[in-house]
């Protein structure tokens, strides 16, 4: 078997953290914000061209509006890099950007790519919780209601379930 090639990130950035939706970036599409921030990322390593990047993937819990269509693409192509540069854009829902990250290191690893950008964009300003107009499905909410828990009564339920205080959460982070 292959042995597995290390993977590491060279550069990380990200956008400052909004007020939705009354703060200073609420008018600001989250593709938008997300190429600048790639732009930067990439501006900050030293020779690097935009056409070393040979995939992007792009977590989003609300992939619809001006986060949908693909917005990992969107992102790639505003940040320069080139058109055939492939990109997919995950729902994870709250680990989406984390999921992108792992991916990106796994084709690193395993050969398939030398450079990839993994990272997540969510815009609560343009695209609240839950989507614009969810429309959830009416045999499953007759019949496994619970597929609809959000993230956080998840984390709520699972820290109960193994006793996990906020303080250690705290402390973890």
């Known amino acids: 078997m292959p042995q597995l090639r290390e993977a590491v990130i060279v550069s990380s950035k990200r956008s400052a953290v909004g007020k939705a ?3 200073a970036l609420r008018n600001t599409r989250p593709d938008d914000m997300g190429a600048a921030v790639l732009r ?9 061209d935009p056409a070393m990047v040979e ?21 790639g192509i ?19 950007g984390l999921q992108t990250i792992a991916m990106i290191a796994e084709r690193i690893m395993v050969g ?6 993994g990272g997540g964009i969510e815009s609560m300003s343009m695209v ?9 499905s009416p ?7 619970e597929v609809y828990v959000s993230m956080g009564v998840t984390a709520e339920n699972v820290a109960r379930k193994y006793g ?7 402390a973890f982070a």
């Open 21 to 23: 939706p009354r703060g």
């Open 112 to 117: 398939a790519i030398d450079c990839g950008v």
């Open 40 to 48: 930067a990322t990439m501006a900050g390593i030293n020779g690097f």
């Open 78 to 96: 505003g940040a320069g890099c080139p058109d055939q540069t492939p990109a997919l854009t995950v729902n994870r829902f709250c680990s989406s």
């Open 55 to 75: 995939d992007i993937a792009i977590g989003c819990a609300m992939p619809e509006a001006e986060q949908g269509l693909n917005v990992g693409r969107i992102v």
């Open 139 to 145: 045999k499953m909410i007759a019949e496994r209601p």
């Open 164 to 170: 996990i205080t906020r303080e250690d959460q705290d």
């Open 128 to 136: 609240p919780m839950g989507g614009n107009k969810p429309r959830v």
